[in-house]
């Protein structure tokens, strides 16, 4: 029984990589992106995760089922993630002309807490 | 198709007639590779479970970074990068170590798989002590999130949602790391007894796995707390 | 005439206290989780006692209005925690899945024993925060009242539900790495009983899931004893958040709670219909669409919490769409029944109940995901029926369908039938009169969690409670017949139900081993019409 077994070129290849990114990482945070530095950041993050996840932990070589369980975990995740956000991201928006937000009552972010006075909470 | 299931049924007879058996193979499986594929099976679903366990704090982290982006830009500002960027360093190089030590093992090399798990040890226990450091620092700005809390300016709650965040995601990312440590000084004696074979070297496979899975979530967690906004857009 | 020697079986084959707390064998482990589960089924019974006779007078007369939050909040933690996510899983699938594949074990024995201790240590931990005072933020925790204001134990109930998690989680990495790589040859998975595409299924959601609520409890704990702050309002914290983190998983617990008696369901209605299940694929793949889709709709417990209106539509949707696949399911197991030549044993009996009971839970579950109809019932007692007609009529009786019909492979023994249906009768009598006002109640405007109500109330609580006592009756019976058939009942034979499958081919109660040699399959699932056997 053998997994497959790297050279050990392709462990100092992947090192490289990781720690070249990690200084884009570092550098790019110093560059105003505005609303970009955020996804360039975890875009940056996701291919460093990537490539532990194929070459370290040897996901490239492993079974289909394998490469199914890892995609499944961070499906699942992106799912928590999005179907939360289809709540909070959408929690300011005017339901009815004149109306506080949806459910009933205005959220009070840093951005809103100047021009939406406070209501009291309606309905729920 | 009945000729492959025959043929395996005649080759279970065999194996039920108890000749050859590896002593490490488990009772209730047929063969070495079974049990191999069944136990990083197992590792991976592990690691499923805590992908979507760190998940609920990333899923906390992301709202309230969209809800209070100049909290976020303060908070993360108190942060040493330095320390951070070194820690990432550490952490990527002991995952390069803990992949030459299945390597070794892979290969049968006995002492050189001790020596890689003992560097990978090393390296974990640099970055939990630069964490101490960042911890201790953080106990003496006041900035632990409680009733001895203190922020400058009107950011002061939701910063201190922020720390809580920060404390609790570092904090369980430690836990990891210290519980890695634990496995990785198993694994480091019994590869010192010599216990791991090319045949057999499921234990060091899975623990690397573990360890490599802890070096992801910290690839994570860096971006996410240290470099919020360095460039000063929202602050 | 010589006696012969008596078989060699998994309980007889070594006797002291530590082969069974130090067993691996699945068996032996599947036994274990019975006996705590059971344990804690009458525990939430004494809390659901408690209740329904406080509510059978208008005036909070029995008990204070705090001891009567912790009397509610104790019978949904025991219920839901320690009954209804093991029950059929760790009970039934510990026992009859590697049977069913062909195995010796499941994958991974050790972690199986080590998730029943954690599972024990975890209820022990409940437990104890019950006894020293409870707790009364109901089974769901909400915060800002669990985390700042409530002085109940919750950070122990908490660290006790934390515990029993990873019991669950490491079931269900066993079930999936057994399935996966651990049939027999020739069982490819379209031969694969139902009861393994449920307990695989089941364990999907196990998986994906559990960590999610491990980590919201955790949050929650550090919260109050830390005073972390990621759920407080005062400093900028949004208590919804934790509505949406704990419904995450608390939402596809359901489908934990419901999938296993769902595949046993299965299994009872082919054996007894002595017919395959009509649309074997379909149900199959109803099974993992449901764990899928009860992941992605969670927020309908959070349509009036305070969440976007947005958010709650799309939510709602999803949450049409995943009563989908269970009525295909449904569908499917009465068109099983259809021109089937029906055996009306006991384990038939409970699995009709199932159909029946389960079918009005699901419809009621389609009034409350209509937005405008749940802002009207939501906290009511409508919810209440709906949910404990799924959790009860349809988990309950789909887990005593799935215990009588494995009883005799499990025991060796037959239980008396005509009791069983006489429970089964009771039960489902009981269960009616005590869930059924509830309906009524709760569209009247009752709400849940209240001690006292307006008097107008009270004729539907008192049949509510009388309803209850009923349904006690009927579940001590079982009990008592079950346990008196270990002692008292005739020896079952490898296959009382003349049923397909491989737990049958072997001997009953089976080997420690279960197999004398590796069973091969060469035929589909549910071959009855190749079976001729003239049943009495």
């Given amino acids: 029984m053998a997994g497959h077994i790297s050279p050990k070129s392709t462990y100092y290849a992947i090192f490289g990589a990781l720690m070249v990114l990690t200084a884009v990482t570092v550098g790019v945070a110093f560059v105003n992106l505005g609303s970009f530095n955020f996804p360039v950041a975890i875009g940056i993050a996701i291919t460093k995760a990537t490539l532990v996840i194929l070459f370290f932990m040897h996901a490239k070589y492993s079974s289909t089922l394998t490469k199914m369980f890892v995609g499944t975990a961070f499906f699942f995740l992106f799912i928590l993630l999005t179907l939360s956000l289809t709540d909070y991201l959408s929690r300011g928006l005017k339901t009815y002309p004149g109306g506080a937000g949806g459910a009933g009552y205005g959220v009070r972010t840093e951005s809103s807490m100047e021009t939406r006075p406070a209501t009291g909470g309606e309905g729920h | ?229 360095r460039a000063g857009h929202f602050a | 005439m010589t006696v012969p020697a008596p078989r060699e079986t998994y309980l007889n084959h070594e006797h002291t206290v530590a082969s069974w707390l130090l067993t691996k064998d699945h068996k032996r482990i599947g036994i274990m989780y019975l006996v705590v589960v059971t344990m804690a089924f009458f525990l939430g019974g004494l809390f659901a006692s408690m209740i329904r006779l406080e509510l059978a007078t208008p005036a909070g007369d029995l008990v204070s209005a705090d001891t009567y939050n912790k009397m509610f909040t104790m019978h949904g933690v025991a219920m839901v925690f320690f009954v209804l996510i093991p029950a059929v899983p760790a009970i039934l699938g510990n026992f009859v899945l590697p049977l069913m594949l062909g195995a010796k074990d499941v994958a991974f024995p050790k972690l199986n024993l080590l998730s029943w201790y954690v599972f024990v240590i975890g209820f022990l931990f409940t437990i104890y925060a019950m006894v020293t005072g409870g707790v009364d933020t109901g089974w769901t925790f909400y915060t800002p009242y669990s985390s700042r204001a409530s002085n109940t134990n919750v950070m122990m109930t908490g660290l006790g539900v934390f515990i029993t998690g990873f019991s669950s989680i490491l079931t269900g990495l066993n079930f999936m790495v057994t399935i996966h790589r651990m049939r027999a040859p020739g069982l490819t998975w ?157 384990p038939m009996i409970w699995a009709i109940a199932f159909l029946g009971l389960f079918l009005v839970g699901g419809l009621t579950g389609l009034f409350t995901a209509a937005l405008g109809v749940d802002v009207h019932i939501h906290d009511t007692y409508f919810v209440v029926a709906h949910f404990h007609f799924i959790m009860v009529g349809g988990a309950i009786m789909g887990y005593f369908a799935g215990l009588h019909y494995w009883w005799p492979k499990i025991t060796g023994k037959m239980y008396s039938d005509i009791w069983a249906k006489v429970a089964a009768v009771i039960v489902f009598v009981g269960f009616n009169l005590t869930f059924g006002p509830q309906f009524l109640l709760g569209y009247l405007g009752m709400p849940r969690r209240y001690h006292v109500y307006p008097p107008e109330f009270q004729v539907l609580n008192v049949l509510s409670s009388a309803g209850a006592s009923i349904l006690a009756v009927g579940y001590i019976l079982v009990a008592i017949y079950l346990v008196a058939s270990i002692f008292y009942g005739e020896e079952a034979g490898d296959n009382p139900w003349h049923a397909t499958g491989l737990e049958w081919t072997t001997q009953s109660p089976p080997l420690p081993h279960n197999f004398e040699v590796q069973p091969v399959v060469t035929e589909e699932a549910y071959e009855y019409s190749k079976r001729e056997i003239k049943v009495v």
């Fill in chain 3, 190 to 346: 379209f031969r694969l009983p139902l009861f393994v595409w449920s307990l695989y299924s089941t364990a999907l959601v196990m998986v994906l899931g559990t960590p999610v609520i491990a980590i919201t409890v955790l949050a929650l704990a550090i919260e109050r004893f830390l005073h972390f702050g990621i759920f407080d309002p005062v400093i900028g914290g949004d208590p919804v958040l934790f509505q949406h983190m704990f419904w995450f998983y608390s939402h596809p617990a359901v489908y934990i709670m419901i999938l296993p008696p769902m595949g046993a369901i299965s299994e009872v209605i082919a054996t007894f219909s002595r017919k395959s299940i009509f649309g074997y694929s379909f149900v199959a793949f109803s099974s993992l669409a449901i764990a899928v889709f009860g992941f992605l709709v969670w927020a309908h417990h959070l349509f009036v919490a305070g969440i976007s209106v947005y958010s709650a539509l799309v939510f709602s949707f999803l949450t049409y769409a995943v009563a989908i696949p269970s009525a295909v399911k449904t569908f499917n197991w009465a068109a099983t029944m259809y021109r089937g030549a029906i055996w009306l044993k006991a």
């Fill in chain 2, 1 to 229: 198709m009945s000729d492959a299931i025959a043929a395996h049924a005649g080759a279970h007879a065999a194996h039920t007639a108890h000749a050859v058996h590896h002593p490490d193979l488990q009772h209730h499986f047929d063969s070495l590779e079974q049990q191999h594929e069944a136990a990083t099976l197992g590792m991976w679903l592990f690691l499923i479970t805590e992908v979507l366990f760190f998940g609920g704090l990333f899923l906390a982290y992301t709202l309230y970074r969209i809800w209070y982006p100049v909290a976020w830009a303060e908070a993360s500002r108190e942060l040493d990068i330095v320390l951070g960027a070194f820690n990432t360093a550490v952490l990527i190089g002991s995952s390069l170590t803990m992949a030459f030590a299945v390597r070794a093992a892979q290969t049968g090399k006995q002492r050189a798989t001790v020596v890689w798990i003992l560097l990978t040890m090393a390296l974990g226990l640099v970055f939990l002590i630069v964490k101490y450091f960042e911890y201790k620092e953080k106990f003496e700005h006041h900035h632990v999130p409680g009733p001895n809390f203190a922020f400058e300016g009107p950011q002061a709650g939701p910063a201190q949602i922020y720390f809580s965040l920060y404390f609790l995601m570092t904090g369980l990312h430690a836990t990891h790391m210290i519980i890695g440590f634990v496995i990785m000084a198993v694994i480091a004696w019994m590869a010192h007894k010599k216990r791991f074979t090319p045949e057999w070297y499921t234990p060091v496979e899975i623990s690397g796995l573990y360890w490599h899975f802890v070096d992801i979530v910290w690839i994570f967690l860096f971006p996410l707390l240290y470099l919020v906004d």
